[in-house]
């Protein structure tokens, strides 16, 4: 097996390493930088709780071999808060819905979200209820992300129409 060295900024940070070919971003992530909040599920990208933003898109980080990912910005779910311990909007608003309970696809939906609503993005409450088809959650029932999604969504128009 082939062994690369591979260069990638994590939450604003740089991360080096020496990977082979076939490693993963997410195994990349949790062993090599010890970025935890990277949830390694069902690793087919199936689940979603592997969800990164690679370059301002949320991918999945168990189908992105780390190789793929040199010289890209990459943020974790640990990369969101304000270092002051602020949380991100979106984790904001997951918390005031009740949007979780383990915990382990919280990270996933978080990052799906705030990629979508990330800088002036307006998303509609479709398009955000839409990318979370995508993630599976087997405690919450799916009603507090849902609640989590609608709000962000109307946040996002209100922010439209104060620009407008």
Known sequence: MSEHQISVTVNGRPLHGQVESRVSLGDFLRIDGGYTGVHLGCE???CGACTVIVDGKAVRSCLMLAVQADGSDVTTAEGLAEPDGTLHPVQQTMREEHALQCG???PGVVMTLAALTAGDARPTEEAL???LSGH???????????RAAKRLAADAGARAGEVA
């Open 129 to 131: 209820i839409g990318a």
């Open 44 to 46: 087919h990208g199936v």
């Open 104 to 106: 382990f696809c919280t």
């Open 136 to 146: 599976i959650c087997r405690c919450t029932g799916y009603q507090g992300i849902r």
